[in-house]
């Protein structure tokens, strides 16, 4: 049979750093693909490719070829995949909240009724056919088996029923061929994530191809009729279901071995001495809530939290921090921590190094120096002197601490009055890092540290935290999205997923328990 | 603990009615107490309202489109008001009059507005997010132009062929420009009916709608339909009943109507733009312009090209508002060549925020009401100023200090709801979700 969908040797790289080295599968009529891989595996370059998007031709286009029913295609929007017939459902919804159900189905291709208004002002005056927008909005949700009221406004409906309307808007395309789903049941319960994959099943059944890309490896063994597993922008597996496992699919998820070497905290011991406890923290963070966190972090150890993306772990320091809106008791050397009140944890000596250096991290328009005694100059209102009732910033006092801390994070720049935005990103995170030292606090939060920075940056920042953990004893819990990042400097590393704490390893457990873990495998079944 | 749940259920919805029309319902209290401060005949502030109404109605109808589509208030419909403007002058030059004059006059405000509103659509896309502010800056800028082209150009640059528009040393247009007696309200006498008649019109038009909407549903038997009681006739006939008992029992209240003398002409041109943005509602456009103020990245993501919507829509309302201030210049008689432009946005705004619109939602009903609150406390103020401070000006301070502070109260109370509903929602939509 002649492949519906055939990427031919896919390589994209953006600016130097390789993306998609050579990925080349197909997929047939009526099959289900499940695309798994890592944060960072290229999965969503792929898919961007597909769907012709503007990052990919703003950063010079992609090497191979997309060959669809037998013809090279020069996919350039989104329009032009639509009107090949593809049609992808997206993590976010893509919903409009005020519309009835069967509007948002039958968005841009509605029923219309010519007038004769319409025949002298145009096209934009043709009435909506609401009885017939009905019809057919209440005939593709039955196609999906899914009893939803298609006159219901959609922010009446329940999150769960969300999904099965932008299905039943992608299936109501009369040329619709493939169909993308981009981790479908994230938010889903799990009955209603097991109807949904009843769902797409029937919807393979009726001819159409289907590319799943999933975390939850349950799902990917049930439904899916091959595994296509991408690491490093490399593809590692092209495997029918029934030839591979839960089990092989995780281990090739996050492939390389790690020298147990390079870890440099494996088996310290601590007693049991509690600096942070937090209990059922619920943080309302977009795009990574979480919703019962339990954690207790022991004095002097690095903590390490990891994940996937979207699943809730930078949600917990931001919480912390009170940069979200979070529920929940968390409790700071014994001391109750009133976290709902921003600053709160900084004034009680901690420190966060943001995940969002240029948005909260940085004031990319002032000094280096400035940017460094900032945090200091609120909290322990060092850095100042008093001028009647006013107090004013004391340059001279700070340039010394901020030199030393030039120094010792080895920061390329012209001085302390560079301009942060100047800098590049890895000198930037050394300033936000430096920012959060001079406080001189007692825990440190740093959340991915190491993101968008060069590998020399990335290993002096990883030497940095390890250092100041033995020398200064500073507790440090690290959020990560680099798993490999977290094992080489942490002593525990606490796994992320569906907003709860899936478990806790020591650095040198196996590949494949963290892969289990982040991919909502309770350790148990092993 | 059922009735329970039942008591609180309606405590909270009568709580978020409160919260939601707060400053319709602060109006209302504010005009039922100026009315009774003023102590006037009931046949003034009937005649006043009545005239303001059919004045302004057009000027505020012109905001409803710009807020379907996401873009708040449309401040710059103070554009539209200058294309008028420029329409009266144009035709003032070649001395015409009567409703010639004004059909003239219209005919070309209409290329310009339509010009302004694609301008400043294009202007709006380039500052999204920042639509009102930008809108009223634009006022502000439209306004220069207009001076300097008026105020210098004409005369020594752009020849007026009749003199009396321009000033004595012969540079600027000399102001207020005064329509001739025969353009004067030249829209509004082609037909006059006293109120009382002309409401008894209007509920038996609507009763008369009703039952037919009522009877076809009857004849088809549709299905759904089986199931719907007919409230629309209902009301229709309750609201005919009451208009007659209190007409019937009301001496004073029948004199003040029959005293009044409302414009079917003019009725009926707001009654079509009425028409033209209900139908336009139901339209492909009209949805498009919908799915666009919802969410424009999800609007363009299935193809609906989100830019061009929010043109036409600045340019339906830059149109609207051409025929607005046209209307309210004819009812008035006069303009002030350089100012008469300048309140137009504001009180339109100021008049639909206080009928219960906010600047994601607003249809006709909140325009009719707040035309109707608004201008009621604007003739009542002054007055009320004068009974209780013996003190006319306090009441001119009061009503133009209103004007502003319910702009920036409805805006800040808008604030403050999207915040009080995400709190409210926050919690029992979490439990649903994870149940």
């Known amino acids: ?526 | 603990m059922m009735s329970g749940e039942k008591t609180n259920r309606v405590g909270v919805f009568l709580k978020r009615q409160l919260v939601n029309n707060a400053v319709t319902i602060l109006f209302f209290f504010i005009c039922i107490a100026g009315i009774i401060l003023a102590n006037q005949p009931m046949s003034y502030i009937i005649g006043e309202i009545s005239s303001r109404l059919f004045r302004n109605l057009i000027l505020i109808l012109a905001l409803l489109v710009p807020v379907w589509a996401g873009m708040g208030m449309n401040f710059s419909i103070v554009l539209g008001a200058m294309a008028a403007q420029i329409g009266i002058i144009v035709s003032t030059n070649f001395s015409m009059s009567g409703i010639a004059c004004l059909a003239v006059s219209f005919l070309v405000s209409i290329p310009l507005s339509l010009v302004f509103g694609n301008l400043t659509g294009r202007l709006f896309n380039q500052t999204k997010g920042q639509e009102m502010i930008t809108g009223m800056i634009l006022g502000f800028f439209a306004k220069g132009i207009y001076d300097l082209v008026f105020m210098f150009l004409c005369g020594p640059v752009i020849p007026v062929k009749n003199q009396a528009l321009l000033l004595t040393n012969g540079i600027g247009l000399t102001t207020p420009i005064n329509l001739d007696g025969a353009t004067k309200s030249a829209l509004n006498k082609i037909w006059m009916v006293s109120l009382d008649k002309a409401v008894y019109a209007v509920l038996i038009l609507f009763l008369l709608f009703q039952a037919a909407l009522f009877l076809r549903r009857f004849l088809l038997k549709k299905e759904e339909a089986k199931g719907k009681k007919p409230w629309g006739l209902l009301i229709a006939l309750l609201a005919l009943a009451v208009f007659h008992v209190a007409c019937v029992s009301s001496e004073t209240f029948l004199f003040a109507l029959r005293f009044t003398d409302v414009p079917v002409a003019t009725g009926i041109l707001i009654a079509v733009v009425c028409v033209y943005i209900t139908f336009l509602s139901k339209t492909k456009l009209g949805s498009d312009i919908n799915a666009v103020g919802q969410s424009m990245p999800i609007a363009v993501s299935m193809g609906i090209p989100a830019d061009k919507i929010r043109i036409v829509a600045i340019m339906i309302s830059t149109l609207l508002a051409a025929l607005g201030q046209l209307v309210f210049i004819q009812d008035i008689g006069n303009f002030t060549t350089y100012t008469a432009h300048e309140n137009v946005g504001t009180f339109s705004i100021a008049a639909l925020l206080v009928g219960g619109a906010s600047i994601k939602k607003a249809n006709i009903g909140h325009a009719i009401l707040g035309a109707l609150l608004f201008h009621t406390m604007f003739i009542i103020s002054p007055l009320a100023g004068k009974n209780l401070f013996n003190n006319a000006q306090l009441g001119e301070y009061f009503r133009v200090f209103v004007c502003y502070a319910v702009i920036a109260v409805a805006l800040a109370l808008h604030a403050w709801k999207s915040v009080m509903a995400k709190k409210i929602s926050e919690d029992p939509a979490e439990e649903e979700k994870h149940e």
């Open chain 1, 1 to 526: 049979m002649e492949a519906l969908l055939h990427f031919k040797n896919i390589k994209k790289s953006f600016s130097g750093n390789v993306v998609l080295d050579g990925v080349d599968f197909t997929i047939q009529p009526g099959q289900i693909v499940a695309l798994a891989g890592e944060n960072g595996a290229g999965k969503s370059t792929l898919m961007n490719i597909l769907f012709g998007m503007d990052v990919i031709s703003e950063t010079g286009g992609f090497e191979g070829e997309i060959i669809f029913e037998g013809k090279t295609v020069n996919i350039q929007s989104p329009q032009d995949a639509m009107a090949l017939g593809i049609g992808m459902v997206h993590q976010e919804f893509m919903l409009l909240p005020g519309f009835t159900v069967a509007r948002n189905i039958k968005l841009n291709r509605e029923n219309l009724i010519a007038n004769p208004i319409s025949r002298i002002a145009g096209k934009g005056y043709q009435l909506l056919d609401n009885p017939k927008i009905v019809r057919e909005a209440a005939g593709a949700l039955s196609r999906l088996g899914m009893e939803i009221n298609p006159e219901v406004t959609v922010d009446k409906l329940p999150v769960g029923h969300m999904q099965f309307v932008e299905i039943a808007r992608e299936i109501d395309k009369s040329n619709l061929k493939l169909l993308v789903l981009d981790e479908p049941t994230a938010v889903l319960t799990e009955s209603e994530a097991e109807r949904f994959l009843a769902c797409i099943r029937k919807v393979a059944d009726d001819g159409i191809a289907v590319i799943f890309i999933s975390h939850r490896l349950d799902e990917v063994m049930s439904l899916a009729d091959s595994v296509v597993i991408l690491r490093d922008g490399q593809l590692v597996s092209d495997k029918k279901v029934e030839d591979t496992d839960k089990h092989q699919i995780a281990e090739q998820m996050v492939g390389r071995k790690l020298e147990s070497e390079s870890m440099v905290n494996v088996n310290r011991s601590f007693k049991e001495d509690i600096i942070l406890e937090i209990e059922h923290l619920r943080v309302d963070m977009p795009g990574e809530r979480s919703k019962d966190i339990s954690l207790s972090v022991r004095r002097g150890e690095i903590l390490g939290i990891g994940g996937l993306a979207g699943h809730g772990k930078t949600s917990i320091s931001n919480g912390i921090f009170g940069m979200y809106p979070a529920k929940g008791k968390v409790s700071y050397n014994g001391q109750p921590l009133h976290f709902e009140k921003t600053g709160e944890a900084l004034d009680k000596g901690m420190a966060f190094v943001s995940e969002d250096r240029k948005g909260v991290g940085l004031l990319l328009n002032e000094s280096i120096a400035l940017n460094m005694v900032y945090t200091d100059m609120k909290v322990n209102r060092n850095f100042l002197k008093k001028l009647g009732p006013f107090s004013l910033f004391d340059e001279k006092s700070a340039e010394e601490a901020v030199k030393e801390m030039i120094e010792e994070l080895d920061i390329r720049c012209t001085g302390p009055k560079q301009l942060v935005g100047r800098l590049s990103g890895g000198n930037q995170q050394k300033v936000c890092m430096a920012r959060a030292l001079i406080t001189k606090p007692e825990i440190l939060f740093v959340s991915e540290p190491t993101r968008g920075i060069d590998i020399g940056a990335k290993q002096i920042l990883l030497n940095y935290l390890v250092k100041i953990n033995k020398e200064q004893g500073i507790t440090i819990v690290m959020t990560s999205s680099e798993l490999n990042e977290l094992r080489t400097v942490c002593d525990r590393i606490a796994i992320i997923g569906s907003g709860t704490v899936q478990g806790i390893l020591p650095p040198d457990a196996p590949n494949v328990d963290f892969a289990l873990l982040m991919s909502g495998e309770k350790g148990g079944d092993k």
